[in-house]
Nanobody
Framework: QVQLVESGGGLVQAGGSLRLSCATS????????MAWYRQAPGKQRELVAA???????NYADSVKGRFSISRDNAKNTVYLQMNSLKPEDTAVYYC???????????WGQGTQVTVSS
């Protein structure tokens, strides 16, 4: 059974930083491309960043140069380091294996990030 538990969100001022964590179970982390998505109020969920099993990364244009995705396969955990946060980064952040997007409902509870101006 796949379980995804996001944590590390909170309230931060613009320009600040947060590090999100995603603890996984029920999957072989090293065999999965993992992704962080976010959903702001009234908006569709959007891809923020992804990392392959060989640690290749890609980012949404809106976060390039500010966010960094990483993984620790030994700890079954994926991270999202967020720097220079902006109010428009305010959203609920979710992690998920890319292959499970749109396949059933594997989304976790997410973690709320709120950036004040």
């Amino acid at each position: 059974q796949v379980q995804l538990v996001e944590s590390g969100g909170g309230l931060v001022q613009a320009g600040g930083s947060l590090r999100l964590s995603c603890a996984t179970s029920g999957i072989i982390l090293s065999a999965n491309t993992m992704a962080w998505y976010r959903q702001a109020p009234g908006k569709q969920r959007e891809l923020v960043a992804a990392i392959t099993g060989s640690a290749l990364t890609n980012y949404a244009d809106s976060v390039k140069g500010r966010f960094s995705i990483s993984r620790d396969n030994a700890k079954n955990t994926v991270y999202l380091q967020m720097n220079s946060l902006k109010p428009e980064d305010t959203a609920v952040y979710y992690c998920i294996p890319r292959r499970l997007v749109g396949v059933g409902n594997y989304w976790g509870q997410g973690t709320q990030v709120t950036v004040s101006s």
